[in-house]
């Protein structure tokens, strides 16, 4: 079983930055690929950013030039780091792990989430 614990959220002004947190268990952390998903109310969960195992990443074009997913394996842990905030981010941001070795862009194909970090940007 692995579980996700989320932690960074807050609330941010309009051009400020956060740094979102993923802290895993298990032991095999650097076999999973990561995402980072989105879901704002009255609206569907959005795909934000992944990184695979080898370190590969890909971003929502809503977000690119803007936020930046990282890993450390020897912490278990994947961050996103956001920049230039905008109010349009407000959501709530999960974390989700799979064992395909590739970035998967749907929600279906990932395994296990995370509760959810909740961020707020105000104008």
């Known amino acids: 079983q692995v579980q996700l614990v989320e932690s960074g959220g807050g609330l941010a002004q309009a051009g400020g930055s956060l740094r979102l947190s993923c802290a895993a268990s298990?032991?095999?952390?650097?076999?999973?690929?990561m995402g980072w998903f989105r879901q704002a109310p009255g609206k569907e969960r959005e795909f934000v950013a992944g990184?695979?195992?080898?370190?590969?990443?890909n971003y929502a074009d809503s977000v690119k030039g803007r936020f930046t997913i990282s890993r450390d394996n020897a912490k278990n842990t994947v961050y996103l780091q956001q920049n230039s905030l905008k109010p349009e981010d407000t959501a709530v941001y999960s974390c989700?792990?799979?064992?395909?070795?590739?970035?998967?862009?749907?929600?279906?194909?990932?395994?296990?989430w995370g509760q959810g970090t909740q961020v707020t940007v105000s104008s």
């Open positions: 989700a792990a799979t064992r395909v070795p590739w970035i998967e862009v749907s929600p279906l194909r990932y395994e296990y």
């Open positions: 298990g032991r095999t952390f650097s076999s999973y690929s």
């Open positions: 990184i695979s195992a080898s370190d590969r990443t």
